[in-house]
C-alpha cells in the first residue's frame, strides 16, 4: 500500500468545473480494484487549492489508474483550468499498516 | 469534519526517533472521541519529509487534541529534531461526504 498526495491549484474561475470533473473522477476510482482511498480536498483558506489523497494497494494499482478512461478524461479536462503544474508526492505508510484502516 | 495536513521535514539522524514518537502519537490519537484519521506517511524519494493526515469531526475536536497530554508530549519531542518548522494546511472535504467512509 502507498499513498499519493496531489497539489492542484486551479483558476478561480474554474473552481466549481474542477470540482464536478474531480468528484466524477473520485466516483469512478474508488470502484478501481486496486483503489483504497481517493479524497478530493479544499483548502479552507484558499479555494483556488486542492488536495488529492489517492491510496493504492500497489505501484500497479497506480499504474492501472492512470490507464482508465475515467482518469484520462480528468486530466485533459482539468489541464487548462490549473494556474500551475500539478504536483505529486508518493509516500510510505508508517501507520496505520493493518489494510482494514484503509479499506472502505 | 475537516482535515489537516502537517508537512515535517526531520534532521536525518532524527529519522527514527521522530517516527517512535508519531507512531505512540499515533497510536492514542485514533483513540480520541473525535478523531477519525491519523496516517502518517513518509516520502518515498526523501526518507526525512513525513506527512501526517489527521481528520476529525470537528473544529472543537482538533482544538480538544491538541490539549491531550499524547499530543503536548509529541510536540515537545519533536520539537528539536525537525529541520525546519512543520506546516499545517486545514481543509474542507469535497468528496467523500458520508462519515462512514471516514469513521474506522
Same mark, same amino acid.
Given at each position: *500500500? !502507498? ?8 483558476? &478561480?474561475?474554474?473552481?466549481?468545473? !474542477? ?18 482511498? !481517493?479524497?478530493?480536498?479544499?483548502? #479552507?483558506?484558499? &479555494? ?33 483550468? *490549473?494556474?500551475?503544474?500539478? #504536483? ?10 493493518? #489494510? ?5
Amino acid at each position: *500500500m !502507498f499513498v499519493t498526495i496531489v497539489n492542484i491549484v486551479v483558476k &478561480p474561475e474554474n473552481i466549481d468545473q !474542477f470540482i464536478e470533473a474531480t468528484v466524477e473522477n473520485h466516483r469512478h476510482s474508488i470502484k478501481e480494484k486496486g483503489n483504497l482511498r !481517493f479524497d478530493v480536498l479544499q483548502h #479552507r483558506d484558499n &479555494p483556488s487549492a486542492f488536495t488529492l489523497y489517492e491510496a493504492y494497494d500497489s505501484d500497479e494499482a497506480s499504474a492501472e489508474h492512470k490507464k482508465t478512461a475515467h482518469y484520462l478524461k480528468w486530466r485533459q479536462a482539468v489541464e487548462p483550468w *490549473m494556474s500551475e503544474p500539478r #504536483r505529486g508526492i508518493a509516500h510510505k505508510i508508517v501507520v496505520p499498516v493493518e #489494510r482494514s484502516a484503509w479499506n472502505r
